[in-house]
């Protein structure tokens, strides 16, 4: 026995066998796959590692940048995957994982995702998708339905038609919010007369040829980042996506709105798309979205809700009446990845109007030809997953019923973890949840009181001092690795719109209970005695004093 490590070799045989032969029952890979099918949520304990590492140590795994020239083994792969890979990712199924919108998956999903895997269907035509295809128009119209409660003939004539599309299947919010405003777009300046369209021609010839001076996307000052980018690819600038005013609960002000139309109209710029957001990413809430639609009937504008969140609550018989108004919405994106339960990368934009999307409708002789089924032409990504079949799947093993009690479930608990807080006396609820979403932050008794008194110069020097505790607290705790939550800057309107650092909790894994919730609060709680933020503890507490003592009704002789 010489010792010597057996190496793998390329060869015709070698590379056949890759794509044909499994690997034997006790190989490593065939073990982590045994192991994530009998118990993911196990596996996932077992092989994250909690405590975390410093980024720039986990890059060094990564350094090598030369293809190498021989080949590895699978189980060599495997076990390097499993120790520098999985060993540092994120648990995101993690019941105390409540900082982002990322939760635990329904257990099926794993399996139904080999089956997608394996087909390895491409939905940019039905040449290479075959049934994915009229599935994947099932689906839009399924949420279509949801949204716009058509009736039975609408759905009969329409969801399957090849000329027409109900929706356009993207890899997640950003793509659908950019196909919608794509749409919105082409339509604010279609062909006439000698012009032939912004989407032959180009924005500068279309700008001069209906007198504007630009186009405008409005939405509120919570909207999502997607929208900056997409107004930079459409090319209107992202000065042209025009911010407008919240009130104190974090939706858009519908008289800001209006009167910021009416100054884009006098400056000669059309008022191309009005977006409204069902669930904002920071706290939660949904904008006024009957009021949003008469405006944009008014001006002319397409009208965008971003439901990438919230959509979902239409679920609900109990809080479906948030979104009133989506139904009026000319567009609206969903993201499966979020609260349908569905693995990462799948989202979706649909249409009131069937005929909306032809507007971004494009062709090719070899592939996306004129009067086929596929949804190729209309859809900004080219090849494309089957992932219709794992929202397919949600939407049948789960049913109306299963997500109205996952979304029911997720308010409640909101609301239950808002009353926490308050019941605490150092800890402070800074937006009330109107979904499943809130924001609050570590801020004493004492500091409290001062800042219900202070004036704005204390106020400001107040929030300074929580914004150095509450990032301390918050990276401290992710670093411990217990427990999770992401922090983000609001400007409350009770604190003269001073910016401040709060904690964001997202409250859409079903697995997340009250004592989870609980210990999260201690754990914060306890680290505000660690001595590493002791010194911006006692300025925090001196400040307090100092404005209370200069407030403090004169004492009468």
Same mark, same amino acid.
């Given at each position: 026995?010489?010792?010597?490590?057996?190496?793998?070799?390329?060869?015709?045989?070698?590379?056949?066998?890759?794509?044909?032969?499994?690997?034997?029952?006790?190989?490593?890979?065939s073990?982590?796959?045994?192991?994530?099918?009998?118990?993911l949520?196990?596996?996932?304990?077992?092989?994250?590692?909690?405590?975390?590492?410093?980024?720039?140590?986990?890059?060094?795994?990564?350094?090598?940048?030369?293809?190498?020239?021989?080949?590895?083994?699978?189980?060599?792969q495997?076990?390097?995957?499993?120790?520098?890979?999985?060993?540092?990712?994120?648990?995101?199924?993690s019941?105390?994982?409540?900082?982002?919108?990322?939760?635990?998956?329904?257990?099926?999903?794993?399996?139904?995702?080999?089956?997608?895997?394996?087909?390895?269907?491409?939905?940019?035509?039905?040449?290479?998708?075959?049934?994915?295809?009229?599935?994947?128009?099932q689906?839009?119209?399924?949420?279509?339905?949801?949204?716009?409660?058509?009736?039975?003939?609408?759905?009969?004539?329409?969801?399957?038609?090849?000329?027409?599309?109900l929706?356009?299947?993207?890899?997640?919010?950003?793509?659908?919010?950019?196909?919608?405003?794509?749409?919105?777009?082409?339509?604010?300046?279609?062909?006439?007369?000698?012009?032939?369209?912004?989407h032959?021609?180009?924005?500068?010839?279309?700008?001069?040829?209906?007198?504007?001076?630009?186009?405008?996307?409005?939405?509120?000052?919570?909207?999502?980042?997607?929208?900056?980018?997409?107004?930079?690819?459409?090319?209107?600038?992202?000065?042209?996506?025009?911010?407008?005013?919240?009130?104190?609960?974090n939706?858009?002000?519908?008289?800001?709105?209006?009167?910021?139309?009416?100054?884009?109209?006098?400056?000669?710029?059309?008022?191309?798309?009005?977006?409204?957001?069902?669930?904002?990413?920071?706290?939660g809430?949904?904008?006024?979205?009957?009021?949003?639609?008469?405006i944009?009937?008014?001006f002319?504008?397409?009208?965008?809700?971003?439901?990438?969140?919230?959509?979902?609550?239409?679920f609900?018989?109990?809080?479906r009446?948030?979104?009133?108004?989506?139904?009026?919405?000319?567009?609206?994106?969903?993201?499966?990845?979020?609260?349908?339960?569905?693995?990462?990368?799948?989202?979706?934009v649909?249409?009131?109007?069937?005929?909306?999307?032809?507007?971004?409708?494009?062709?090719?002789q070899?592939?996306?030809?004129?009067?086929?089924?596929d949804?190729?032409?209309?859809?900004?990504?080219?090849?494309?997953?089957?992932?219709?079949?794992?929202?397919?799947?949600?939407?049948?093993?789960?049913?109306r019923?299963?997500?109205?009690?996952?979304?029911?479930?997720?308010i409640?608990?909101?609301?239950?973890?808002?009353?926490m807080?308050?019941?605490?006396? $150092?800890?402070?609820? *800074?937006?009330?949840?109107?979904l499943?979403?809130?924001?609050?932050?570590?801020? =004493? !008794? @004492?500091? /409290?009181?001062?800042?219900?008194?202070?004036?704005?110069?204390?106020?400001?020097?107040?929030?300074?001092?929580?914004?150095?505790?509450?990032?301390?607290?918050?990276?401290?705790?992710?670093?411990?690795?217990k427990?999770f939550?992401?922090?983000?800057?609001l400007?409350?309107?009770?604190?003269?719109?001073?910016?401040?650092?709060?904690?964001?909790?997202?409250?859409?894994?079903?697995?997340?209970?009250r004592?989870?919730?609980a210990?999260i609060?201690?754990?914060?709680?306890?680290?505000?005695?660690?001595?590493?933020i002791? $010194?911006?503890?006692? *300025?925090?507490?001196?400040?307090?004093?100092?404005?209370?003592?200069?407030?403090? =009704? !004169? @004492?009468? /002789?």
């Amino acid at each position: 026995m010489t010792g010597k490590k057996k190496s793998a070799q390329a060869s015709v045989e070698a590379m056949y066998r890759v794509f044909t032969v499994p690997e034997a029952p006790e190989s490593t890979l065939s073990r982590i796959d045994q192991n994530i099918s009998r118990n993911l949520a196990g596996f996932l304990q077992e092989h994250i590692v909690a405590v975390e590492r410093d980024l720039s140590e986990v890059e060094k795994d990564f350094s090598d940048y030369t293809i190498p020239e021989k080949p590895i083994f699978v189980s060599e792969q495997a076990q390097f995957l499993l120790d520098k890979l999985v060993a540092n990712s994120v648990h995101t199924a993690s019941p105390s994982f409540i900082g982002h919108m990322t939760s635990a998956l329904p257990y099926f999903m794993l399996p139904l995702s080999k089956i997608m895997i394996a087909l390895n269907q491409n939905l940019v035509k039905t040449e290479t998708s075959k049934a994915f295809t009229p599935m994947e128009r099932q689906v839009l119209g399924m949420i279509h339905r949801l949204v716009y409660e058509q009736d039975g003939a609408f759905y009969r004539k329409w969801m399957h038609d090849p000329r027409y599309a109900l929706g356009a299947m993207c890899s997640g919010g950003t793509v659908a919010n950019l196909t919608a405003l794509w749409v919105a777009r082409n339509n604010a300046f279609p062909a006439e007369g000698s012009f032939r369209g912004i989407h032959q021609e180009g924005l500068f010839r279309a700008l001069r040829y209906y007198g504007c001076e630009g186009a405008a996307i409005l939405v509120s000052r919570r909207g999502h980042y997607s929208l900056r980018k997409a107004a930079d690819v459409l090319g209107l600038g992202r000065d042209f996506l025009v911010p407008v005013d919240t009130d104190d609960d974090n939706r858009i002000n519908t008289d800001a709105l209006r009167e910021k139309c009416l100054e884009l109209h006098r400056q000669k710029i059309r008022v191309m798309a009005i977006c409204g957001i069902a669930g904002t990413t920071e706290t939660g809430n949904v904008d006024p979205l009957d009021a949003m639609a008469d405006i944009a009937r008014e001006f002319g504008a397409h009208f965008h809700v971003d439901a990438a969140w919230g959509g979902p609550t239409l679920f609900s018989r109990t809080h479906r009446h948030l979104m009133r108004g989506i139904e009026k919405a000319d567009s609206v994106t969903f993201d499966a990845h979020k609260q349908l339960y569905v693995p990462m990368g799948a989202g979706l934009v649909v249409f009131r109007d069937p005929g909306l999307a032809s507007a971004v409708e494009h062709h090719a002789q070899y592939i996306i030809r004129k009067g086929s089924r596929d949804l190729g032409s209309t859809t900004l990504e080219g090849s494309r997953p089957g992932m219709s079949m794992l929202i397919q799947s949600g939407l049948r093993i789960l049913a109306r019923e299963g997500y109205e009690i996952l979304i029911d479930q997720g308010i409640d608990k909101a609301k239950t973890f808002a009353e926490m807080i308050n019941a605490e006396a $150092d800890f402070e609820l *800074i937006t009330e949840p109107e979904l499943n979403i809130l924001t609050y932050r570590y801020c =004493p !008794e @004492k500091a /409290q009181q001062a800042l219900s008194v202070a004036d704005s110069l204390q106020v400001e020097r107040l929030n300074t001092s929580l914004n150095r505790i509450t990032k301390f607290l918050q990276k401290t705790q992710r670093e411990r690795g217990k427990a999770f939550v992401s922090r983000t800057r609001l400007e409350p309107a009770r604190y003269f719109n001073f910016p401040c650092i709060v904690f964001r909790v997202v409250l859409a894994n079903p697995l997340t209970t009250r004592e989870i919730l609980a210990d999260i609060l201690k754990e914060q709680r306890e680290l505000s005695a660690d001595e590493g933020i002791q $010194d911006e503890i006692i *300025i925090l507490d001196q400040m307090a004093d100092a404005v209370l003592k200069q407030h403090q =009704p !004169e @004492k009468t /002789q």
